[in-house]
C-alpha cells in the first residue's frame, strides 16, 4: 500500500501530538536504530503503518497510534552492551512500557503492545490483534531499516534498465 506522509493527516496526529511534543520522545531522534535510521524515526513509522492497518480492519486506532509510538521508549545503544539478542528482546520492551507509563495513562491494550512487540523473540504472546499488528509492523521497519540503502540502490538500478 501506499503510504500517505504522517505529517499532513490529522486524525492521526490528533491522537498522538502531545506524545510527540514531549523531550522524552524528541530524545530518540539523537539514537540509532537498525544502522541507518533513528529511533524516533522508526518510531512514528511503526505507529503510523499500525494505525493506517488498524483503520482499514477496523481495530483500536489510538491504541495503535499511541503504543507503537512508545514501543521503544528506552534510550541504550544496544550495539554497545554486552546483551545477547533475547535478553535485550525482553529487556528493552519492559523499560519501554515503564517509561511509557511515566509519561501517560495508558490502557491495558497499549501496555500489552509495548511488552509484548518483540514477540516472537520472546515467549510473551500478544493479547490482542492490535498487539499482533504492532510486533509484525515492527519487524517489517525494522528490515526495511536496515536494508534502506541496498533497496535504493536496487531501485536505482531498476531504473537504468
Ligand atoms: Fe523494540
Ligand atoms: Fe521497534
Request: with cysteine; charged share 25%.
Amino acid at each position: 500500500m501506499k503510504i500517505p506522509d504522517w505529517r499532513q493527516d490529522q486524525q492521526y496526529l490528533e491522537l498522538v501530538k502531545d506524545l510527540l511534543a514531549k523531550p522524552e520522545l524528541q530524545r530518540l531522534q539523537s539514537i540509532k536504530q537498525h544502522h541507518y535510521s533513528n529511533r524516533f524515526d522508526h518510531s512514528v513509522r511503526v505507529s503510523y503503518y499500525s494505525y493506517l492497518l488498524g483503520k482499514r480492519w477496523h481495530l483500536n486506532t489510538r491504541a495503535l497510534a499511541r503504543g507503537g509510538l512508545l514501543h521503544d521508549l528506552f534510550y541504550y545503544d544496544w550495539d554497545s552492551q554486552q546483551m545477547d539478542f533475547r535478553t535485550h528482546a525482553y529487556v528493552h520492551a519492559h523499560i519501554a512500557l515503564n517509561n511509557a507509563q511515566k509519561l501517560t495513562q495508558l490502557s491495558p491494550m497499549e501496555a500489552d503492545i509495548i511488552v509484548k512487540h518483540m514477540f516472537g523473540a520472546t515467549t510473551q504472546v500478544p493479547r490482542y490483534w492490535e498487539s499482533l499488528i504492532v510486533s509484525l509492523v515492527d519487524d517489517k521497519c525494522a528490515v526495511q531499516e536496515a536494508l534502506s540503502p541496498k533497496i535504493l540502490l536496487w531501485k536505482q538500478k531498476l531504473q537504468f534498465k
